[in-house]
Each structure stands twice: as C-alpha cells, then as structure tokens.
C-alpha cells in the first residue's frame, strides 16, 4: 500500500529538499546581482579602446620559434634577486646590472654567477642604461630618473615635466649626445597601480627627453598606450619605444631628414611588449610580457568586461588572462625573424642576448632565467608545433 502510494506521489523529491535548492538558486541570483551593481557603481572607468587598434589582427607567424623555452634553462641568482625587471650588460665588468623590487640594483657576473648588492635606489629601479663613461641611468619607478656613478653615488635629474610628477618612470636608454630618452608609462597611476592603466584603455604614457648639459626635461610624445620599454638605434638616429596594450613599438627620430616624426617601427605583436634591448648584431630583442589571447581580445573590445576584471581584482581574484611570454627578436626593418616563449611563462619583462645566451628578466621572480640559444635554438616554425593560436 505504502509502495502505490509513493507512485501516485505528483513529486519524487521531499519538500524540504525542493525548498532548500529554491534557497540555494534565489541567493545565487542575488549574489550575482548584488555583484553587477557594485560593479556597476565602482568608481573604476574604462573606455573603448579606438576602433581602428581593434580591427587589427596579430600576427602569430614568426620564421623560427622555441615554444618550450625553459626546457634546459637555467635559474640564475634565485632568491637573491627579487623581481628582476629589466637587465643591461657591462661588458668591461662582465656583470648584468638589473634592478630589484627591494630597491636593490644588483650585478651579476656572468662569468661565475656570483651576485652582489651593489646600490639601493631606496625606491623601485626599472629599466637601466648604461652610460659611455660608465656611469648607469635608471628610471626608478618611485624615484624618478637617476644617474649612478661608477663608485655608486646616486642623483635624482628628473621628476617631473611640465608640472606633471612621473607616475611610472618605465624604460631609459642613453645617446652619446648626452641625451637620455625614457617612457612615464602613466602619469595617472604609480607602479602598484599601473595595470589600472591597460585595462582602463585611455592614453596616459609620454615620451620624454632629457638633456644633461642643459638640465632640461622635454616631453617628445604625450597620449601613448602604457608607454614601455626604450631602445637607441645602433646609428644613433632614432629612439624605438613600445606601447604595450597597442602590441607594437614605435619609432622616433632624432636626426636626418625625419627628424622630429615618428612612425611604427613593428606592429601586430604576438603579445605586450616591455623592455627591449639591441644586441649589436643587427637585432633587437623584445620582451612579450603576455601573448595575445581570446580573452583578452574580448577584454579589450568591452569596456565592461575590463571593470568587472579590475573590480575581481581589487576585491576577490581576476581570472588570468596571461600566457606564453617570453622573447621576440625582429631585425633591423622591423620583422619578425625568432620567437622565444614557453607555457609556464608569464609576465617576461626583459629579454637581452649575452655571450650567446639569452637572459630574461620577470618582475615577480626571485631569479634570471637563462637559455643556451646554441644548444635549445629557434627551429622553423613548420618543423615544430606552434600554441601561439589564441
């Protein structure tokens, strides 16, 4: 009797049960509309990113590629050099001076690997040139632009132009005129807060000038997309300078018949450069601090989207959008010739050939990875499987 009336029951489900997935569901949508509309009146504003920069397709065919990059690398230093940003070479010395998230600007000797603390700026030392009489320029992120002796005596020349403070002092490269060119990748939003600026999407970074006989700092290009990495032409007649989000460099010239414009010297990156350093070879090596996916396609496409991962990200955990960094090296014309980059990389800020190795920088390793490039070598690309596809 009991067994046909359960047969007969309208519903299989206790109703303790029903009502307890009800609870379940109800609360689900209000947390989720509770979520939208703090999201909705977060203070944080970003903006679309111009049409024409959105129509544009990456190009992910590179000649020669090493897609397991940190297959047979080494660490270098590790936790001695805490978030290595950016790295340059002294080859009188034999060291890599790179700058630390402690302040430290360490040198490495690549000779035995032995790491000293040399100088702290007190601040956050990014990138760094090495002068012609060797002294080091830094564009320290707290500090401003300093210039350090070859007995380690540290002096602030530049802060500010006109009566904007640096927000991010970002990349600094040296000519031989005297000279030093460097990127203020957002005067808006300091270093803690500068992935406010990408997914913002509006231009706040300059191109700046500054020159040490006259003292004077002059702003050369305003309204740039996270203003990055800073690189001297071999012939001293044009500086290359990255915009990140843009996934492309630019080009400034300082003399010759072009002298005072500037055009694209390589565009449709696989991913976000930063650093980028010339190897006396004819090539130039670009840091790819992310490769260019989907998700960030979408992103950069809708404003919204980019809110809510800011409003994830100052609150709980934005989801990764981040993937295959690494290295990209492009000749003198701006082509793309090797691609350097592996799975497990993320947020490669620098990439520089020494002695026949390639050395990368990352701002939140506590080492210097690096890679033989005469035993773990680019090969074609049609030999060897590429994951670059978004």
């Not at 046909?4 to 569901?25: D, E, G, I, K």
């Not at 400034?252 to 650093?275: A, H, S």
């Amino acid at each position: 009797m009991a067994e046909s009336t359960q047969l007969l029951s309208p519903n299989s489900q206790p109703q303790t049960t029903r009502s307890w997935r009800l609870m379940l569901f109800l609360y689900a949508m209000i947390t989720v509309m509770v979520a939208l509309i703090l999201v909705q009146i977060d203070s944080f504003d970003a903006a679309p990113y111009p049409a024409d920069e959105l129509a544009k397709k990456p190009v992910f065919e590179v000649p020669r590629i090493n897609p397991q990059a940190l297959y047979g690398s080494e660490r270098i230093g590790e936790g001695r050099l805490m978030g290595p940003e950016d790295l340059v070479y002294d080859p009188k010395l034999g060291v890599i001076y790179t700058g630390c998230g402690d302040g430290w600007i360490k040198r490495v000797s690549v000779n035995d690997l032995a790491v000293e603390d040399w100088v702290n700026t007190g601040g956050r030392p990014l990138g760094l040139a090495l002068g012609y009489s060797g002294e080091l320029y830094v564009a320290d992120a707290l500090k401003g632009i300093l210039k350090i002796t070859e007995d380690g005596k540290i002096e602030t020349l530049t802060n500010e132009a006109e009566g904007v403070k640096f927000g991010t002092p970002d990349a600094v490269t040296v000519a031989k005129n005297g000279v030093l060119y460097f990127t203020d990748a957002s005067w808006k939003y300091d270093l803690h807060n500068c992935s406010l600026d990408i997914f913002e999407g509006r231009p706040y970074g300059r191109l700046i000038s500054y020159d040490l006989s006259t003292k004077q700092t002059k702003v050369i290009a305003r309204d740039l997309y996270f203003a990055n990495g800073v690189e001297m032409s071999p012939d001293q007649d044009f500086v290359i300078f990255c915009e990140t989000p843009m996934m492309r460099c630019r080009r400034y010239y300082i003399q010759g018949e072009k002298k005072g414009l500037i055009d694209v010297f390589i565009d449709k990156l696989p991913g976000m450069p930063d650093n980028i350093h010339f190897d006396t070879e004819g090539h130039y090596w670009i840091a790819i601090t992310t490769e260019h996916t989907y998700k960030w396609d979408v992103a950069r496409r809708y404003p919204y989207i980019r809110k809510l991962l800011v409003f994830l990200e100052k609150n709980w955990k934005r989801p990764s959008v981040e993937k295959n960094a690494g290295v990209v090296v492009v000749d003198m014309d701006g082509n793309l010739i090797e691609r350097y980059y592996d799975p497990a990389l993320i947020y490669v800020t620098t990439g520089t050939k020494i002695r026949g190795n390639l050395y990368l920088g990352n701002v939140f390793n506590s080492f210097i990875t690096r890679l033989n490039l005469s035993h773990y070598p680019a090969a074609a690309a049609a030999a060897t499987p590429s994951s670059t596809k978004p």
